[in-house]
Nanobody, 125 residues
Framework: QVQLVESGGGLVQAGGSLRLSCAASGRTFNKYATMGWFRQAPGKEREFAAAFMWSSGSTYYADSVKGRFTISGDNAKHTVFLQMNSLKPEDTAVYYC?????????????????WGQGTQVTVSS
């Protein structure tokens, strides 16, 4: 079993920045494990934001956040970060950290095995 704990959400003005953290504990990930960030705004479906692969350090981004968000990982601490810059009101959502042992399509939520409880990000205009 894997536990994921997110932190770092909050209220910020448009144009501001936030850094989300996701600490993973429990069973050891295999070297192909993928960590992802998804988000869900009120009344909308959960959508992919970014993903990171431990083995290669490869990163993936949704077009809506590309150039503004940066995902990174600290292997020693099993922690993944999402640095969010130039935030917009449309970035307001609950952000979820997720972990997959094998995600052939990193943007598809059903491939992820474990999910955190979510952290609220609110961007005011």
């Amino acid at each position: 079993q894997v536990q994921l704990v997110e932190s770092g959400g909050g209220l910020v003005q448009a144009g501001g920045s936030l850094r989300l953290s996701c600490a993973a504990s429990g069973r050891t990930f295999n070297k192909y494990a993928t960590m992802g960030w998804f988000r869900q705004a009120p009344g909308k479906e959960r959508e992919f934001a970014a993903a990171f692969m431990w083995s290669s350090g490869s990163t993936y981004y949704a077009d809506s956040v590309k150039g503004r968000f940066t995902i990174s990982g600290d292997n020693a601490k099993h922690t993944v970060f999402l640095q969010m810059n130039s935030l917009k009101p449309e970035d307001t959502a609950v952000y979820y950290c997720a972990a997959a042992n094998n995600a052939p399509r990193v943007a598809v939520s059903r491939y992820y095995d474990y999910w955190g409880q979510g952290t609220q990000v609110t961007v005011s205009s």
